[in-house]
Structure formats: structure tokens, C-alpha cells
């Protein structure tokens, strides 16, 4: 089912399956990707409880091996939905017989859209309601529209930070680099290099400092994208062809390991809440 949530400034519209944004509308201007299936068909998806692929899209728990497909399942999920108002809408999904096949443990997710002046904000919490440690990974794959006639290169990401990234390259197997090499980004600003991020996969930096700044000489509409500090890792994506013109920008929690599979999630590097904890994942963009 679709929401529309409406403040006077911005529109924005909401799947409850995945709990998608599907759509943000100013001054009758469509910032969010379509879903073209010809380039991708996701907008907005939700990442939970992986971020990423895994190897042989399998891992293991106390000795017993789980499938589990690329970014995990609440993408694929129908959420609940536990508020709707104007310009608030809060939507939740917990264990269920089919999440407890491929994730053994109870949990809360929580997606809460909210608007306010010319901004979107998304609070995403993680409720641990099982005996043991939830080990999980969290994430946001919005896809933006690249506005104007101009060159995809004339589109730029500058970030609260120095001169110097952090980037983690792809590794054979769709593996991650943990430790990030240095890379050069003057004024703390990276340029949308097509070439690069169609070779690398995906550009994944950490070291932005919580904010990216999406603009281009080419156009008027441009992107603030803010978010907590307890989302780390900043991943560039887009479809290799210039003439899909969007770019994915994705805050995460954590990153894929370079380990071997069937990967234990036991030790493998992700986030960890105790019974009964929580974590809230915040994310705020401003559209001008």
C-alpha cells in the first residue's frame, strides 16, 4: 500500500512493502529515481539484515549454514503500519516464520519517515528481542535523479571532512576491504567519476563526517544528505550507462567482509546489540 505524507513544502511517497520511498516532490519536481526497470528497478530499498552480498550467498550460526540474498530481507518485506499521519508515517516488521529460515533471531525493525520544511527524515531502529547478541547490518540504497542536460562528471559529492578519504575497494567475490587506503579528495570532495565507480562497482569511502552535498553547475536542484555517526560507510552506486541518470547514495552501518564463506556471524565484523538494546540509524535529506 502507498502513503503520501505532505508538510506544503515537500511530497513524499511511501511503499509499505519494504517500506520503500518511492518518491519526493518540491516546487513539482521528482528527485527520487523512477525504478526504470531498463537500469534498476528499486528506488529506495531498506537494508536489513546485511549490507551487501555475502559469499555463495550463505553464512553460518552456531554451526548451521543460512541463505540469505544481497542486502537481506526487508527490502522483500510487508511492514506494518504502527502510525500514519500528514506528515509522519512509522512502519515495522518483526521475526517471522519465513525471516527465522534465513535470520534465527527475534528482532524489531522500524522505519520512521517523517517531513519538516524542505527535508525528509528516516529513522531506522533496531530492537534486539531475542536471549542472545543480534549480530546485523544496516543501510539505506536510495536512488536520486541527476537533474539537467550536463555530464554525469559535472555532478559532485562534497563531504564534511579533509583532504583525504578513506576508500574501500571491492574485492574478487564481491568481498570488501576493511581497512581503507587513502584517497585523494580535495576540498573533501568527490567528483562523479562513471568510469571509476563502473570499474570499482561501487566507490565505498568512510571518513565523510555524516554529510553529502549533491550538486551540479548544470542545474538548480541539489542534495544534503545527512546522517548519524553510527553509519560509517558512504557507498556511490549507479548503472553503467550514462544514460541512466541517477546515482544511489547509501549510508551504512557496516561493510562486507574479506573473509571466505560460508561467512560465521559470530565473529565476522557487523554490529551487535544485547537482549532487550536498541539502536536507532538517523538519516536527513534536504532538497532545494
Given at each position: 500500500?502507498?502513503?503520501?505524507?505532505?508538510?506544503?513544502?515537500?511530497?513524499?511517497?511511501?511503499?509499505?512493502?519494504?517500506?520503500?520511498?518511492?518518491?519526493?516532490?518540491?516546487?513539482?519536481?521528482?528527485?527520487?529515481?523512477?525504478?526504470?526497470?531498463?537500469?534498476?528497478?528499486?528506488?529506495?530499498?531498506?537494508l536489513?539484515?546485511i549490507?551487501?552480498?555475502l559469499?555463495?550467498?550463505?553464512?553460518?550460526?552456531?554451526?548451521?549454514?543460512?541463505?540469505?540474498?544481497?542486502?537481506?530481507?526487508?527490502?522483500?518485506?510487508?511492514?506494518?503500519?504502527?502510525?500514519?499521519e500528514?506528515?509522519?508515517?512509522?512502519?515495522?516488521?518483526?521475526?517471522?516464520?519465513?525471516?527465522?529460515?534465513?535470520?534465527?533471531?527475534?528482532?524489531?525493525?522500524?522505519?520512521?519517515?517523517?517531513?519538516?520544511?524542505?527535508?525528509?527524515?528516516?529513522?531506522l531502529?533496531?530492537?534486539?528481542?531475542?536471549e542472545?547478541?543480534?549480530?546485523?547490518?544496516?543501510?539505506?540504497?536510495?536512488?536520486?535523479?541527476?537533474?539537467?542536460?550536463?555530464?554525469?562528471?559535472?555532478?559532485?559529492?562534497?563531504?564534511?571532512?579533509?583532504?583525504?578519504?578513506?576508500?574501500h575497494?571491492?574485492?574478487?567475490?564481491?568481498?570488501?576491504?576493511?581497512?581503507?587506503?587513502?584517497?585523494?579528495?580535495?576540498?573533501?570532495?568527490?567528483?562523479?567519476?562513471?568510469?571509476?565507480?563502473?570499474?570499482?562497482?561501487?566507490?565505498?569511502?568512510?571518513?565523510?563526517?555524516?554529510?553529502?552535498?549533491l550538486?551540479?553547475?548544470?542545474?538548480?536542484?541539489?542534495?544534503?544528505?545527512?546522517?548519524?555517526?553510527?553509519?560509517?560507510?558512504?557507498?556511490?552506486?549507479?548503472?553503467?550507462?550514462?544514460?541512466?541518470?541517477?546515482?544511489c547514495?547509501?549510508?551504512?552501518?557496516?561493510?562486507?567482509?574479506?573473509?571466505?564463506?560460508?561467512?560465521?556471524?559470530?565473529?565476522?565484523?557487523?554490529?551487535?546489540?544485547?537482549?532487550?538494546?536498541?539502536?536507532?540509524?538517523?538519516?536527513?535529506?534536504?532538497?532545494?
Open positions: 500500500m502507498i502513503y503520501e505524507l505532505n508538510n506544503g513544502i515537500l511530497s513524499a511517497k511511501i511503499d509499505t512493502h519494504g517500506a520503500e520511498l518511492i518518491s519526493v516532490v518540491r516546487e513539482g519536481c521528482e528527485y527520487m529515481w523512477s525504478g526504470d526497470k531498463k537500469w534498476w528497478d528499486d528506488k529506495a530499498p531498506l536489513f539484515p549490507c551487501g552480498r559469499p555463495e550467498k550463505k553464512y553460518s550460526y552456531g554451526g548451521k549454514v543460512y541463505d540469505m540474498d544481497i542486502h537481506g530481507f526487508a527490502s522483500k518485506s510487508d511492514f506494518e503500519v504502527k502510525l500514519a500528514r506528515d509522519r508515517l512509522v512502519l515495522e516488521i518483526k521475526e517471522s516464520e519465513s525471516t527465522l529460515k534465513e535470520y534465527p533471531f527475534s528482532f524489531v525493525f522500524t522505519a520512521e519517515f517523517a517531513l519538516s520544511g524542505d527535508a525528509l527524515t528516516l529513522d531502529t533496531v530492537k534486539n528481542t531475542d542472545r547478541v543480534l549480530p546485523y547490518m544496516v543501510g539505506w540504497h536510495p536512488g536520486f535523479n541527476l537533474h539537467g542536460k550536463g555530464d554525469i562528471g559535472r555532478f559532485s559529492l562534497k563531504f564534511r571532512g579533509g583532504d583525504v578519504l578513506s576508500h575497494p571491492i574485492l574478487p567475490g564481491c568481498f570488501v576491504a576493511q581497512v581503507g587506503t587513502d584517497y585523494p579528495a580535495k576540498d573533501s570532495t568527490y567528483v562523479l567519476d562513471e568510469e571509476e565507480i563502473y570499474t570499482q562497482d561501487t566507490m565505498i569511502f568512510s571518513g565523510t563526517n555524516g554529510s553529502a552535498y550538486s551540479s553547475p548544470d542545474t538548480d536542484r541539489k542534495i544534503l544528505m545527512e546522517y548519524s555517526d553510527n553509519l560509517p560507510y558512504f557507498c556511490i552506486w549507479k548503472e553503467t550507462s550514462s544514460e541512466a541518470r541517477f546515482v547514495l547509501e549510508p551504512w552501518s557496516d561493510i562486507p567482509d574479506a573473509g571466505e564463506a560460508p561467512v560465521p556471524f559470530e565473529t565476522r565484523p557487523m554490529s551487535r546489540l544485547g537482549s532487550g538494546e536498541s539502536a536507532v540509524y538517523s538519516y536527513k535529506v534536504r532538497f532545494f
